[in-house]
Structure formats: C-alpha cells, structure tokens
C-alpha cells in the first residue's frame, strides 16, 4: 500500500534553516510528481511546491519562492523541502503529497509540525 | 485566482448537503476540480477528482459537479451521516500552481 511518511518537524527561531524529508513506498516513485502542501494551525490547506517525476521541473508559490527548495532522490524514494529564511508565518503542518495519475493528490502523509518561534 | 467556498454548512443526519466553490477569475472548467475531506486531527483525503469522478472507495452519496454559467464547482454529499462531519476543500491548478479553497466545515447535527 502506498505510504508516505514525512520527518524533520520541530521548533526553529525565525531566520533559520530547517530540511523536511517524505520517505515514499508501495508504488514507483520514479513515475509521479510531488508535493509539499502545508496546513497553519486551524487554517485551510496551502500548496507550497511540486516537482516532477524525474526532478527537472519544480514550482513554488509566491509566499516561498526564494526560500524553499523542494528536491527528489528517486534512487531512494525520498522528497525533500529544505526551508532557509523561516518566518514566524512559515509555521504549519506540511503535508508531502503524490500526484495522482488523474488530476489532484491522491495519497497524503500523515504531516509534520513545524514551528517558527523566538 | 481564488476559490471561495462557505466557511460553514450544516445540516441533519439523512439530509442533503451541497458546497459551493466559486472560482474567483477565469474558467471554472479549464482546469479540473477536486475535493478533499479533513477529519480533524487527519491527513485530508480526495472524495471527488476531476470535477465528478469517485475514487472507488468512496461511497456514492458524494457528487461533483461544476457550472460554467456560476463558474463553479459543487460538492454535493446525500444521506448524510455523522462520519461526514469534517472541513472540505476544494482544489483546482492555476497552471502548475495548486490552489485551494478556504474549506468549509460541515456540521452534521
């Protein structure tokens, strides 16, 4: 079954680096674009950046371009979102998530946490 | 664009519910939409991809549907029961871009 696990969550001071990690199974990773979307506390969903199949192609939204970079290693089904310059406004659950064959994401993880605080 | 959707629905057990996501500029039907569903404390989960199809294990009482003369989309969720009771997004692409709806939280009381 597909699984997607996320890492790396915790608490940093705003200016800070933090590297999120989603470690994929139960299907071929190489097939399929990516995801990070991210959820602040008890706001709506928010699409942060996708990557395409084979990591040629990547896209970001307004509010992280410049800061975040999202990264594949499809040798070990690995997604990645290295986050520099974190802002108080940064702080969220993020979600990796899998294009679906069709459109829209069809597989989530479960989230990780993270919190930008002084 | 924006999508906007109510912030709230509710409405009783065996009744029908729709929520509306309207697309705040261009057309609703150029770009597929999808539907999530957020129990609290979950991960969100798709009941509704490519305007009106149904992943297979979703039941049937979940419908999608979109209006080009309101340029939106509806979800519509029938024989409500109280597991229903969660926050639905809706979400479309503007390009490559994800977009999401605010969400609305139903209430099934």
């Known amino acids: 079954q597909v699984q997607l696990v996320e890492s790396g969550g915790g608490v940093v001071q705003p200016g800070r680096s933090l590297r999120l990690s989603c470690a994929a199974s139960?299907?071929?990773?190489?097939?399929?674009?990516m995801h990070w979307v991210r959820q602040a506390p008890g706001k709506g969903l928010e699409w942060v950046a996708d990557?395409?199949?084979?990591?040629?192609?990547?896209n970001y939204s307004d509010s992280v371009k410049g800061r975040f970079t999202i990264s594949r290693d499809n040798s070990k089904n690995t997604l990645d979102l290295q986050m520099n310059s974190l802002r108080v406004e940064d702080t969220a659950v993020y979600y990796c998530?899998?294009?679906?064959?069709?459109?829209?994401?069809?597989?989530w993880g479960q989230g990780t946490l993270v919190t930008v605080s002084s | 664009f924006i999508l906007t959707q109510p912030h709230s629905v509710s409405e009783s057990p065996g009744k029908t519910v729709t929520i509306s996501c309207t697309r705040s500029?261009?057309?609703?039907?150029?770009?597929?939409v999808q539907w999530y569903q957020q129990r609290p404390g979950r991960s969100p989960t798709a009941v509704i991809y490519?305007?009106?199809?149904?992943p297979s294990r979703v039941p049937d009482r979940f419908s999608g549907s979109i209006d080009s003369s309101s340029n939106s989309a509806s979800l519509t969720i029938s024989g409500l029961k109280t597991e229903d009771e969660a926050d639905y997004y809706c979400?479309?692409?503007?390009?490559?871009?994800?977009?999401f709806g605010g969400g609305t939280k139903l209430t099934v009381l």
């Open positions: 998530a899998k294009s679906s064959i069709k459109s829209g994401y069809d597989y």
């Open positions: 139960g299907f071929t990773f190489t097939n399929y674009g």
């Open positions: 990557i395409s199949f084979d990591g040629s192609d990547e």
């Open positions: 500029s261009g057309r609703i039907a150029s770009s597929y």
């Open positions: 490519e305007d009106d199809l149904r």
């Open positions: 979400q479309s692409y503007d390009g490559s871009f994800g977009v």
